[in-house]
């Protein structure tokens, strides 16, 4: 188990600043978690709206489409998860 920790902690430390995350590709990576330790693109939703998350929203007002740049990612779970990352 502590090998696909530091699996995941190595894929987190190799993700890109710059780039756009969308919803699907954060809960591909499997770091946010629902309550019952299950990925959740409904937690990513809620964390985004309570400001836990920073997201830059690229859609219009009736539809939200939300991204995360690679560089906050990091950091919310850096944050969250008590790591050294950055």
Do not use: H
């Amino acid at each position: 188990m502590l090998n696909k920790i530091e699996d995941k902690i190595k894929e987190i430390k190799e993700i890109n600043d710059d780039a756009l995350f969308s919803p699907q590709a954060i809960v591909a990576l499997g770091v946010v978690l629902n309550t019952k330790l299950v990925p959740s693109v409904f937690t990513f939703y809620r964390l985004v709206r309570s400001g836990k998350l920073k997201a830059v929203n690229l859609g219009s007002g009736d539809a939200p489409r939300y991204f995360v740049k690679g560089k906050d990612l990091k950091n919310f779970l850096a944050e969250r998860y008590q790591l050294e990352i950055i």
